[in-house]
């Protein structure tokens, strides 16, 4: 079964300053998806990014970036020039063709 | 983009009532819907998933009599908790799958569900 770790319950981060995000997955399908949701105080779910297993170019949205390592089963977020609209619990996810396998989340908090 | 309207935002309910919960998608077809119940500071967790026209798929230890789901139709997917009860309060969130393949999700705004 297909699981999702996200080992940073909180991060902290001075804004305009860089923070990582981190998640590892584990599976052993070859095509799916890898998700970034932001879910602030109202609790609507953002997509921030996503990136297709096959494509080995990270994707990147504005500040936001991915590492995405394969073969090491690893996912993570880069949020440049952090804001303080930033601040939100973070979700990562894994998509196949039967659902969304979540992480537990991670509390990033901005700094003024 | 593809949008789901979820209502009610936030439901108060007797024990022992009943709660419907309505997610509707505005401009493409949900063929397929997902329903979440999260509690405070976790994670997201599945209940169910729903098929246009076909009985809904229950999560392990989730009550199909309690949480009933229909999909009657491509645009609307509803979660009715009957005989609510205080425990069944939670934020509940639908989600639909967009596109063909599974790259694509577009989440409901969540109701916030009060059972007293």
């Known amino acids: 079964a297909q699981t999702v770790t996200q080992s940073q319950p909180e991060m902290s981060v001075q804004e305009a300053e860089t923070v990582t995000l981190s998640c590892t997955y584990d599976t052993s399908e070859s095509d799916y998806y890898l998700f970034w949701y932001k879910q602030p105080p109202s609790r609507q779910m953002i997509l921030v990014i996503r990136q297709e297993a096959y494509k080995q170019q990270n994707a990147t949205e504005n500040r936001f970036s991915v590492n995405f390592q394969k073969a090491a089963k690893s996912f993570s977020l880069k949020i440049s020039d952090s804001q303080l609209g930033d601040a939100a619990m973070y979700f990562c996810?894994?998509?196949?063709?039967?659902?969304?396998?979540w992480g537990a989340g991670t509390k990033l908090i901005i700094k003024p | 983009g593809a949008v789901v309207s979820q209502h009610p935002s936030w439901v108060i309910c007797k024990s022992g009532t009943s709660v419907k919960i309505e997610c509707r998608s505005l401009?493409?077809?949900?063929?397929?819907m997902f329903w979440y119940r999260q509690f405070p500071k976790q994670s997201l967790m599945l209940m169910a998933t729903s098929n246009e026209g076909s009985k809904a798929t229950y999560e392990q230890g989730v009550e199909k009599d309690k949480f009933l789901i229909n999909h009657a139709s491509l645009t609307l997917s509803t979660l009715t908790v009957t005989s609510a009860h205080p425990e069944d309060s939670s934020f509940y969130i639908c989600?639909?799958?967009?596109?063909?393949?599974?790259?694509?999700?577009?989440f409901g705004s969540g109701t916030r569900l009060t059972v007293v």
């Open positions: 996810a894994y998509g196949s063709n039967y659902q969304l396998i």
């Open positions: 989600s639909a799958r967009t596109g063909s393949r599974f790259g694509g999700y577009t």
């Open positions: 401009d493409f077809q949900a063929t397929t």
